[in-house]
């Protein structure tokens, strides 16, 4: 397998090194400054080919790398904003089936996410495909550095195939926290059923918005109706992958604790000091989650 990474600035979207370690190491990165991103493949990868050009234009990139890929028969994207531009332009050139939202992906079994993640396909895919793979599913353990770098290879890129009527980039806008996709944020709050009530939930709210960070919550409070299913991390909800999770009343069920991915840090207020929650945290606060939200967002509310 092969892992075609969009690459802008140097920086690999989210989910782009668990693309690679899905391939086994085998990546070609395309975009700006690839050589920077290349660097930073350079732990988890073992072949790594670049194509340099400034402009992100998914179906011009999609036909120069159909040369590239035509003897790739199984082609993974992370299912990033670009990668799921780029994913079935790549699919429609090459005249490849599509598998969008994988959990993992093998030769011969890919497991696809559908229903907001409430169900698990299980796909026996033909001999060639191009599949995008969700980020924050699988993780990334990178290895030491090996004792040789990792051979780069730069590959041709056609300028003449940018065309006008590609889709262009006007803008580039950051994400509202409120609202956006929670498993590619990179700062979540959770909330749990040691909050008391809808309104403590909404001043959780208040504070995530403070810190620009997204709200997240579990099961219980979902069910109780005070913020969408969306939302809702777990095996039944959404899996996220956050640098920083602060977790508020949340005893730390394993069908919760396994929707989070790898967190950089974990943060857990609760009055239960042997909860899962406060034993998985970097920091555990041992007090009422209730009265902590509210004393946040009142020192909040003052430094605004």
């Known amino acids: 397998m092969l892992a075609v990474i969009p690459v802008r600035e140097g920086v690999l979207p989210l989910g782009g090194l668990e693309t690679i370690a899905e391939c086994g190491g085998r990546a070609l990165l395309i975009g700006s400054d690839t050589s920077a991103a290349a660097d930073l493949c350079a732990d988890i990868a073992i072949e790594i080919r670049v194509i340099e050009t400034v402009s992100f234009a998914p179906g011009a990139w999609a036909s120069a790398l159909a040369p590239h890929l035509a003897n790739e028969p199984r082609i993974v994207l992370p299912a990033s904003p670009d990668g799921r531009d780029l994913a079935p332009r790549i699919a429609a050139t090459l005249q490849r089936s599509l598998w969008a939202g994988a959990l993992s992906v093998t030769a011969q079994r890919i497991e696809l996410a559908r229903n907001g993640g409430l169900v698990v396909n299980d796909i026996a895919p033909h001999h060639s495909f191009v599949a995008t793979l969700q980020p924050g599913v699988r ?47 990179p700062r979540i709050l959770g909330g749990g059923a040691g909050l008391r009530s809808a309104e403590t939930f909404a001043q959780l709210a208040s504070v995530a918005s403070h810190l620009e960070a997204s709200t997240g919550a579990t099961r219980v409070i979902t069910d109780r109706g005070w913020i969408g299913h969306e939302r809702q991390i777990g095996t039944t909800g959404v899996v996220v992958d956050p640098k920083l999770y602060i977790a508020f009343g949340i005893s730390g069920a394993v069908q919760h604790t396994s929707g989070l991915g790898q967190p950089e840090h974990i943060i857990s207020v609760n009055l239960d000091p042997h909860c899962p929650m406060m034993q998985l945290a970097d920091l555990a606060i041992v007090s009422d989650a209730n009265d902590v939200v509210a004393q946040l967002l009142i020192k909040l509310d003052a430094n605004v």
Do not use: C, I, Y
């Open 139 to 185: 993780g990334v353990d990178q290895s030491a550095p090996a004792a040789t770098p990792v051979p780069v290879t730069t590959l041709g890129f056609d300028n003449a195939s940018l065309s006008a009527s590609d889709a262009r980039v006007l803008e580039v806008l950051p994400p509202d926290v409120a609202t956006m996709d929670l498993s590619e944020s």
